[in-house]
């Protein structure tokens, strides 16, 4: 299995706090995407970082920053917390070469905004 | 930028008989295509991958998809459906020659019936 953790795993907050969550991968993969994971919707892509500090926005990024410092961490950060961002969400990593596109997840963060 | 539509939210079929998942995708470019399958309560796995080479693809668990760019479509087929794999299946489109998200579809929810 391709070595991706994240953390929390749990986590439930209250409107308006600010929330992150980490990936961390061990694969020293360029390519590393955040989804939200919501009932009826499948998997939407928030953001994505394909280097170091290089990232740029997914299909629903509205509320939710990014940052990476490093090639083994990505951040998510949501500044303001909102009922409607309560979800799981996956980090997942992808490597280059015939493997294109082909992406390792995480375990998902399950995020609670009450 | 690239698009998957899946056709069916939900697909109902009795164990024995063949499955049929359909696809459709939008990309500008020679895109990667992906099926995931997901297990209640479980990560997401990789069933198969097209990546420029062999039209008809064969994946793990019996199942494969045929590659068609006139019909722009990705279906993935089974001949027998076993009760295993009542899943939740995404259709995953990825145009690394474009740019680099990848992109999920909204999921057909498998249901095998005894």
């Known amino acids: 299995d391709a070595g991706i953790t994240q953390s929390p795993r749990h986590k439930v907050t209250e409107t308006g706090t600010p929330v992150t969550l980490r990936c961390h991968q061990t694969?020293?993969?360029?390519?590393m995407y955040w989804y939200r994971q919501d009932p009826g919707h499948g998997l939407r892509l928030i953001h994505y970082s394909y280097g170091v500090k290089d990232t740029d926005k997914g299909e629903v990024s509205d509320g939710y920053s990014v940052s990476r410092s490093k090639t083994e961490d990505f951040l998510l950060t949501l500044e303001s917390a909102t009922s409607s961002q309560t979800s799981v969400y996956f980090c997942?990593?992808?490597?280059?070469?015939?493997?294109?596109?082909?992406?390792?997840f995480g375990e998902g963060s399950r995020l609670t905004v009450l | 930028a690239q698009s998957v539509t899946q056709l069916d939210s939900h697909v109902s079929v009795s164990e024995g008989t063949p499955v049929l998942l359909r696809c459709n995708y939008s990309?500008?470019?020679?895109?990667?295509l992906f099926w995931y399958v997901q297990h209640p309560n479980k990560g997401l796995q990789l069933l198969l991958k097209?990546?420029?080479?062999?039209?008809l693809v064969k994946g793990i668990n019996g199942f494969e998809a045929e590659f068609k760019k006139s019909e722009t479509s990705f279906h993935l087929t089974k001949p027998s459906a076993h009760m295993s794999d009542a899943a939740e299946y995404f259709c995953v489109v990825s145009d690394r020659w474009r740019d680099d998200k990848i992109i999920f579809g909204k999921g057909t929810r498998l249901h095998i019936l005894p």
């Open positions: 990309s500008s470019y020679s895109p990667s």
């Open positions: 097209y990546t420029s080479a062999a039209t």
């Open positions: 997942a990593i992808s490597g280059r070469g015939q493997d294109t596109g082909e992406l390792f």
């Open positions: 694969e020293n993969h360029r390519y």
